[in-house]
């Protein structure tokens, strides 16, 4: 049997869902200095509250305050009080800058020189 609800017990369900959804997700979007909480994240893709601005281009993905994507994004859908967005592309962020050559596993990693 599938329950029929009133607009306006549907439309706080929704919202009781939402606010629930923030709280839980530490992950965040920053573009342009602003900083937007995700929803819910999957391979593909993320989504924001509707609220939110129709964000298109580059933004940064971070889990707290850990940079976790460099990421390419476009709007794909507004659905049951979400903006959802599809990754062109997500680059993962290193700590470290890429190398264009091997490191050997016996490399040193100092220079002694000599005080003479």
Known sequence: MEAVFSKEIQAGLDQ???DALK???RLRVQVDGKI???LRMWKTGF???SAAPALRGFVDLYDGSIHLFQCLIITSDDDEGERRYEFKRATAVSEKPAVDF????HAPVGLIEDAR
């Open 102 to 105: 091997e490191v050997a596993d």
């Open 23 to 25: 709280k839980s997700s």
């Open 36 to 38: 937007h909480p995700v």
């Open 47 to 49: 989504a924001l509250e």
């Open 16 to 18: 009781a869902r939402i």
